[in-house]
């Protein structure tokens, strides 16, 4: 993995060097340390994410900006982040003892005891990441046990007399919306994160994300429509819609909305790192053509899986854009806008539209601009194993 070579899409579109390093400093600096930042700093030695649109730091962006800072390395925002993190966000009694819980004000103050599993999984590979890159300090920046610790209890707890309900069903090996619970997210499937646990975690626990990533591939690809390629927000384990009511909601969480853009993305990345197919590739493509030649002229609305239109924007307009622009990694290249052929024209087209997309402003840029910063992570060549 050391001496592998990472696919610029950006260089296939005919963007210099000199242009992709320029544009990602920018930024970099536009969302760590600008006045429309993200990233804060708290005290001498920690820092958070906030969710500006809801004004809390959730593990979701924490853990997103631990990856971003590894990727970038970026070690001092690093560590204050998971810090913070482990500070206030780490739950050391109850029933989710060794889980985060997934929803804190910027002071601190837990909003919920309750976690989330994108948070758990993209720490512990941030962790190895941050461990293999700058090597293990020490207590909490001991990172490979962080990660190994962590991953152990995502898939052991409750299991054998102990309190609490795992993060992944141990029978079908499908990480779930939230511990114990009997439905999934296909955003939150990850498998290429699974192949590297799988060679990383304690050695005990390896066989589980083996099977897992085969698992999470096979299900991205029966959650994706097969004319549309647009997954739901929550799915039954047999990959359709989650339809069923939620106690603590009364939204609808069975159409393509602001959890599921990142599906696409993760499909990009995953072919772009370990190139293994149970189906779910050919989703990407379908989503571009979906959304692109089909919704051309505004393809930024709220759908139905099936493709059909809403009478709503979408809340996060550049998130979409960002991640179908990412899902072009599942194409094969090299990209041009002026190929003959459709499939590869088209994810020249929106990965050329992303790169003359700016960062979002105002109250909801964080999820949108988490997402393009991975987008631009991934489409230059940048977001790596490490």
Known sequence: MENRTYRNIFKELGKTDEQISARLKEIVQEFFFSEDRVYHTAGDDMGYLEDTGNHDARTEGMSYGMMMCVQLDMKEEFDRIWKWAKTYMYMDTGWNEGYFAWSCQTDGTKNSDGPAPDGEEFFAMALFFASHRWGDGEGIFDYSREAKDMLHTCITKGIGGRQGAPMWNRENKLILFGPGSDFSDA????????????????????????????????????????????????GE??????????????????????????????????????????????????????????????????????????????????????????????VEGPLSLDSENSAVRLAAEWAERFWNEPMRKGERRYYDNCLYIFAFLALSGNYRIY
Request: with cysteine; charged share 25%.
């Open 237 to 330: 384990f047999d990959g359709s819609p989650m339809r069923r009511p939620l106690p603590w909601t009364k939204d609808r969480h069975d159409r393509f909305y602001s959890d599921a853009y990142r599906t696409a993305a993760n499909i990009g990345l995953d072919w772009e790192w370990f190139g293994r197919d149970e189906g779910q590739r050919a989703a990407a493509a379908r989503l571009q053509y979906t959304l692109g030649e089909l919704n051309r002229e505004d393809p930024y609305v709220v759908y139905e899986v099936d493709g059909t239109r809403l009478d709503e924007k979408a809340l996060h307009p550049v998130a979409i854009l960002a991640t179908t622009a990412q899902a072009s990694l599942a």
């Open 187 to 234: 955003s939150y499937h990850l498998p290429h994160f699974y192949e590297l646990f799988a060679l990383w975690a304690y050695e005990k626990d390896r066989e589980f994300f083996a099977e897992a990533a085969k698992a999470s591939r096979e299900y991205i690809a029966c959650s994706c429509h097969p004319a549309t390629g647009m997954s739901p927000e929550y």
